[in-house]
């Protein structure tokens, strides 16, 4: 007696169909699963048993072989259970072959036989439905998720019985929730209500930020204690555009694997915001683990990671950033194979000039030379090599804090935004790239041409500035940024001046 059922796997940020193969035999009673299973995987043996057992289902004397196929792929989770208990069954004739086919099952069984929730339904659920099945069976508090895929009948079930009374058409199948077709906002803590207009003064700064939030640029902001770094850094989300249909997939599929979806039950449509503490290990930033999970930098894809106090971070830790910040993706090697994840994130960094935060008030400030190199040399040249926008952040004055009419709001702000990020979607059509910050060195030379007079500008100070290629890059992307919110179609002088003054790193020339 032989069933095969369809299920799948998270491999990494991608997915893998696997084919559930059971075969029930005469022999020495026992049951096994193959296929490379972990640990949590083969504890479905003892669950499956048992599940079956308090819904009536009393397993025969037999021999029961399930291998999970391709068998060469590492599986882990507790998604299998489903799919084991029902192979059986239908083995045992218990249910229909017909009633299984095409049909993916997903789901961690109860020894009630309770199914329960499981991470990473999303991502499978696209992979099956790229595959050609048209159908899923999940656990009622996953169905939701299914849903979220155009033309996929996603049906969620309680328990056993009620999955056994669907497949024997004992139970009349539950109505299809209709896919609502624009995208629910969450609730997301993430800073968005709170406004630009709050900031006193610092238009400049705002400026940055403003910049920044348009091409998508790594920004550092150096200033003394409470001149507005962190405040100004929190309203970020509230300025950044919305996620795109293909990006909220996306970023979704990343939090369902990492099991945080399932809370906010909705669809991610507002830009993830992420502010570690200056504590956190490097494995937590990236991913890791025998089977690797995603890092915050991963959960913080498409959205904003902002690093608060950023030379208490350990240098090593800042460092593992270097090749993500460049690659937008982060690659972990295990001896079961190479876990790639998605990290392409705008890097936000705030950070004090000196160990007391007053440097160069000598006034106030009371650290020696040596203290104050100490201090920014926590933070390596390859870094600062990557940051597009970095800001000295002044003292407000007093003035400002009056308070003065016709604050610019943060809707007013995100207009501009919207607007220079409409013309990027236009220019980058097809072409894989999202912002300006993602454009590579050819494309750098394509989309950000210079006339005679803006080369010999930018030649000058190549070589006053002691650019390496790297920061001559990065001085043409924020300088197309501000041609974009600017409405022009070619980059001009005041363009490039204005991105020069964005790479202000004498703070650290001491």
């Known amino acids: 007696m032989y069933s095969t059922i369809t299920s799948g796997t998270i491999y990494g940020i991608r997915s893998r169909l696997i084919q559930v193969e059971v075969d029930i035999s005469q022999g020495l009673p026992g049951f096994q699963i193959v296929g490379l299973p972990g640990s949590e995987v083969r504890e479905a043996r003892e669950r499956v048993k048992v599940a079956l057992k308090n819904v009536g289902v009393a397993l025969p004397a037999v021999c029961i072989n399930v291998n999970l196929s391709p068998a060469d792929i590492p599986k882990s989770g507790t998604m299998f259970d489903l799919p084991v208990a029902v192979g059986i069954l239908t083995a045992l004739s218990r249910l229909p072959a017909e009633s299984v086919k095409d049909t993916l099952f997903v789901g961690e069984l109860g020894l009630s ?45 309680a328990d056993l019985q009620a999955a056994v009374r669907l497949l024997t058409g004992a139970e009349v199948r539950p109505a299809r929730t209709e896919r609502q077709e624009t995208f629910p906002e969450n609730d997301d803590n993430d800073g968005s209500a709170e406004d630009f207009a709050d900031i006193s003064g610092q238009e400049s700064l705002k400026r940055a930020a403003e910049v920044a939030a348009a091409g998508f640029h790594n920004l550092l902001l150096v200033g003394a204690p409470g001149s507005g770094k962190t405040m100004l850094a929190r309203r970020l989300p509230a ?31 507002k830009r993830p915001f992420l502010d570690p503490h200056h504590t956190i290990t490097g494995r937590a930033l990236v991913g890791g683990g025998r089977i690797p999970a995603p890092g915050v930098i991963s959960l913080a894809h498409r959205g904003v990671l902002f690093l608060d106090e950023l030379p208490e971070f350990k240098r090593e830790t800042l460092d593992i950033l270097r090749q993500p910040l460049e690659d937008r993706q982060v690659r972990i090697a295990r001896s079961s194979g190479t876990y790639v994840y998605p990290a392409d994130f705008m890097l936000v960094g705030a950070m004090n000039p000196c160990p007391c935060g007053y440097y160069p008030d000598m006034s106030r400030c009371r650290c020696t030379p040596h203290e104050i190199r100490r201090y920014l040399r926590r933070i ?60 590579r060195a050819a494309d750098v030379g394509r989309y950000c041409a210079l006339g005679s007079r803006e080369q010999a500008f930018l030649e000058k100070l190549f070589a006053s500035m002691k650019l390496s290629a790297r920061g001559y890059h990065r001085i043409l992307k924020v300088a197309r940024t501000i041609a974009d919110l600017a409405g022009a179609d070619r980059i001009t002088e005041e363009h490039l001046a204005e991105a020069v003054c964005y790479r202000n790193m004498e703070v650290f020339n001491v």
């Open 380 to 439: 390596s040249g390859p870094i600062l090599d990557r940051i597009d926008v970095c800001v000295e952040v002044r003292p407000v004055e007093f003035a400002d804090m009056t308070g003065q009419p016709g604050k610019e709001s943060s809707a007013q702000i995100r207009e501009r935004v919207m607007r220079a990020r409409t013309v990027q979607a236009e220019r980058f059509a097809r072409t894989g790239i999202h912002f300006n910050a993602d454009m």
């Open 113 to 157: 036989g309770e199914v329960k929730p499981v991470k990473g339904v999303l991502p499978v659920v696209r992979e099956a439905f790229l595959k050609g099945i048209k159908r899923c069976i999940l656990p009622q508090d996953n169905a939701w998720e299914g849903q979220l895929v155009t033309d996929m009948e996603s049906i969620g079930v």
């Open 239 to 269: 300025i950044l555009p919305p996620l795109s249909a293909e990006e909220s997939l996306e970023v979704s599929s990343i939090y369902s694997i990492s099991g945080l979806l399932q809370s906010s039950g909705r669809l991610k449509t």
